[in-house]
């Protein structure tokens, strides 16, 4: 069906019934924010993506032009498009995954706060067409601040009464991404040879690589380990920056706007490909991310976490710690704990 169909529900193809490479059932993942910066190539990533069968591109704008461009692709994935609140229930409805990098930028006078209540308030309203069309999806929650976005999605699954801690996942694979490209470069070896587990949340401090931990097997200077920390908790700034390059202010802050996305898709992707081998089974799928958890005295942490049918079905402790990441564990906790109070509060005030 040409896109002006889909988007008008055309009934399901018969290719619906289709089944992933290799026999496997494939899933069916709706991307809410399809036709932003990250939705854009996550869109594309995930039609590339053998387990997907079916693939929902939710926004409320423009849409339709990123269905018709991806929905083209000779890839298993059929593609349909869904534009604007009232499309919202079918978009979710039948979904096993459901990735959300949905939000609006920050304009000119809006102060932080502003910012943070909008895009609050975008994650509560997507959460509640989650909590009424497909309860038993695992999110994938990208949506800044993920810190504060996550309990706000808890809050609003549990007044639904469809709260599975196990489900709610915040993706922090960005920063996983760069430790690994990091440290490959220091150490001098390939980047897929190499592992770092990075914990706590998903913003500046908060983003505690565990140096000590790298796999293979490695000693760094301290010298090292502070540009390597400090690297990965700014990497973002990193991008933006060099974006910005010679620019005016005026394209500069256009550039700020989409900064970092061709990456922070490529990591999303990882994450969800992730979750669909975990979904279908696969043993000993190990991921980092930010979800309800018990191993430090607040209520969600990113951990190392084992994904399977369940979504997070186990979650490892954070392991021996080096002097300098207890410090640094110290301080995560405590920025953390007033993120996670700002968005229990969002909801529940
Ligand atoms: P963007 O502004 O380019 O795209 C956001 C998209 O969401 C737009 O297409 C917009 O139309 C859409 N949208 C707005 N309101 C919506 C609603 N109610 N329902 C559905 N869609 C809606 O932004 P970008 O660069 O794609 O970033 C998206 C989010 O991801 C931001 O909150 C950003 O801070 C966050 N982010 C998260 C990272 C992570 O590692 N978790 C890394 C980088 C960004």
């Given at each position: 069906h040409p896109p002006s169909l889909q988007m008008q529900g055309v009934?399901?193809?018969?290719?619906?019934n289709c089944r992933a490479k290799g026999g496997a059932p494939g899933f069916k993942v709706a991307i809410l924010g399809a036709a932003g910066g990250i939705g854009q190539p996550l869109s594309l990533l995930m039609k590339m993506?053998?387990?997907?069968?079916v693939l929902h591109l939710y926004d409320v704008v423009n849409s339709p032009g990123v269905t018709a461009d991806v929905s083209h692709?000779?890839?298993g994935a059929v593609v349909r498009g869904f534009l604007g609140a009232p499309q919202l229930e079918n978009a979710l409805t039948g979904m096993d995954i459901v990735i959300i990098p949905a939000g609006i930028p920050r304009k000119p006078g809006m102060t932080r706060d502003d910012l943070f209540k909008i895009n609050a308030g975008i994650v509560r309203t997507l959460c509640e067409g989650v909590a009424k069309c497909c309860p038993k999806a695992i999110v994938n929650l990208i949506s800044n601040p993920v810190n504060s976005t996550v309990p706000i999605a808890a809050e609003v699954f549990k007044k639904a009464g469809t709260y599975d801690p196990k489900r709610l996942l915040g993706v922090t694979t960005l920063d996983v991404v760069r430790a690994n490209t990091f440290v490959a470069e220091v150490l001098g070896i390939?980047?897929?040879?190499v592992d770092v587990p990075v914990i706590g949340g998903h913003s500046g401090v908060t983003i505690l690589p565990l140096l000590s931990q790298v796999k293979p097997a490695s000693s760094f200077t301290s010298e090292e380990i502070n540009y390597l920390t400090n690297r990965i908790q700014n990497g973002g700034t990193e991008v933006v920056e060099a974006k910005a390059g010679a620019g005016s202010a005026t394209l500069s802050m256009l550039n700020t706007r989409r900064t970092y996305s061709k990456m922070q898709a490529y990591a999303a992707a990882k994450f969800a490909d992730a979750c669909l081998r975990g979904l279908r089974?696969?043993?000993?799928?190990v991921e980092c991310t930010f979800v309800a958890s018990q191993?430090?005295?607040?209520?969600f942490f990113a951990t190392k976490v084992r994904l399977g049918r369940g979504g997070a079905e186990e979650i490892f402790p954070i392991g021996p710690l080096s002097e300098y990441e207890r410090v640094g564990l110290e301080k995560a906790k405590n920025e953390l704990a007033g993120s996670i109070d700002k968005g229990v509060s969002f909801i529940r005030k």
């Amino acid at each position: 069906h040409p896109p002006s169909l889909q988007m008008q529900g055309v009934p399901p193809l018969r290719r619906e019934n289709c089944r992933a490479k290799g026999g496997a059932p494939g899933f069916k993942v709706a991307i809410l924010g399809a036709a932003g910066g990250i939705g854009q190539p996550l869109s594309l990533l995930m039609k590339m993506n053998p387990l997907v069968s079916v693939l929902h591109l939710y926004d409320v704008v423009n849409s339709p032009g990123v269905t018709a461009d991806v929905s083209h692709m000779d890839t298993g994935a059929v593609v349909r498009g869904f534009l604007g609140a009232p499309q919202l229930e079918n978009a979710l409805t039948g979904m096993d995954i459901v990735i959300i990098p949905a939000g609006i930028p920050r304009k000119p006078g809006m102060t932080r706060d502003d910012l943070f209540k909008i895009n609050a308030g975008i994650v509560r309203t997507l959460c509640e067409g989650v909590a009424k069309c497909c309860p038993k999806a695992i999110v994938n929650l990208i949506s800044n601040p993920v810190n504060s976005t996550v309990p706000i999605a808890a809050e609003v699954f549990k007044k639904a009464g469809t709260y599975d801690p196990k489900r709610l996942l915040g993706v922090t694979t960005l920063d996983v991404v760069r430790a690994n490209t990091f440290v490959a470069e220091v150490l001098g070896i390939d980047p897929r040879e190499v592992d770092v587990p990075v914990i706590g949340g998903h913003s500046g401090v908060t983003i505690l690589p565990l140096l000590s931990q790298v796999k293979p097997a490695s000693s760094f200077t301290s010298e090292e380990i502070n540009y390597l920390t400090n690297r990965i908790q700014n990497g973002g700034t990193e991008v933006v920056e060099a974006k910005a390059g010679a620019g005016s202010a005026t394209l500069s802050m256009l550039n700020t706007r989409r900064t970092y996305s061709k990456m922070q898709a490529y990591a999303a992707a990882k994450f969800a490909d992730a979750c669909l081998r975990g979904l279908r089974g696969d043993a000993g799928i190990v991921e980092c991310t930010f979800v309800a958890s018990q191993v430090t005295e607040l209520p969600f942490f990113a951990t190392k976490v084992r994904l399977g049918r369940g979504g997070a079905e186990e979650i490892f402790p954070i392991g021996p710690l080096s002097e300098y990441e207890r410090v640094g564990l110290e301080k995560a906790k405590n920025e953390l704990a007033g993120s996670i109070d700002k968005g229990v509060s969002f909801i529940r005030k």
